[in-house]
């Protein structure tokens, strides 16, 4: 498989506040990220798509000014969460698609997720 | 109907038994299939792809498609408690390119 790291893999923040989540790619080089969220016990949410050096395309219901996307270069994408309150407290987790060395086929790989808590 | 669906569970089988997990989708057109397996609170890793019809083994696991019935299931043989997980299917959107996720089928194997 590929690998996918994601920074912070937990935050504490304070209602208010901005908190910014890095996605890289390290061993490939990613033609389109993914940013999910997962509330407990349910299933992944696809938030929003990136492409490098192209705006995100947000899902329905995904507020683009509440949750900015940037997708800097082929290898890393942020995801800032403006203004937090505590219904934004959930996991969220990138996923990097591309070619990886053990396939012909462009997959998906996910981060190791962040859990963000709002207090 | 939903696009990818999956029985829940729990699936509950005794350890070194073969744990058979199924999915059926909707997109006619979709080509690339995966599953992946989800720890809880972990995200979700990569443990297999198929695009053609048939089997493809990897270590003690199989996927199956059948793209006729649209159809794809996991077969995990000598199962282990550490196979304990949330397995989740995912088909590829033929229209979108997006990764369609069924609800996951929760795994649990007995000692």
């Known amino acids: 498989g590929a690998v996918v790291s994601q920074h912070p893999s937990w935050v504490i923040c304070k209602s208010g506040t901005s908190v910014k989540i890095e996605c890289r790619s390290l061993d490939f080089q990613a033609t389109t990220m993914f940013w999910y969220r997962q509330f407990p016990k349910q299933s992944l949410m696809l938030m929003a798509t990136s492409n490098e050096g192209s705006k995100a395309t947000y899902e329905q219901g995904v507020e683009k000014d509440k949750f900015l996307i940037n997708h800097a270069s082929l290898t890393l994408s942020t995801l800032t969460v403006t203004s937090a309150h505590p219904e934004d407290s959930s996991f969220y987790i990138c996923?990097?698609?591309?070619?990886?060395?053990?396939?012909?086929?462009?997959?998906?790989?996910f981060g190791p997720g962040t859990r963000l808590t709002v207090l | 109907q939903k696009e990818v669906e999956q029985n829940s569970g729990p699936l509950s089988v005794p350890e070194g038994a073969i744990a058979s997990l199924n999915c059926t989708y909707s997109d006619r057109v979709s080509q690339s299939f995966f599953w992946y397996r989800q720890y809880s609170g972990k995200s979700p890793e990569l443990i297999m792809s198929?695009?053609?019809?048939g089997d493809k083994e990897d270590g003690r696991f199989t996927a199956q498609l059948n793209k006729a019935s649209q159809y794809v299931s996991l077969l995990i043989r000598d199962s282990q408690p550490s196979d304990s997980a949330t397995y989740l299917c995912a088909v590829r959107s033929g229209n979108t390119g997006k990764l369609i996720f069924g609800q996951g089928t929760t795994l649990q194997v007995k000692p």
């Open positions: 996923s990097a698609r591309g070619l990886s060395r053990d396939s012909s086929y462009n997959e998906q790989f």
């Open positions: 198929i695009y053609s019809n």
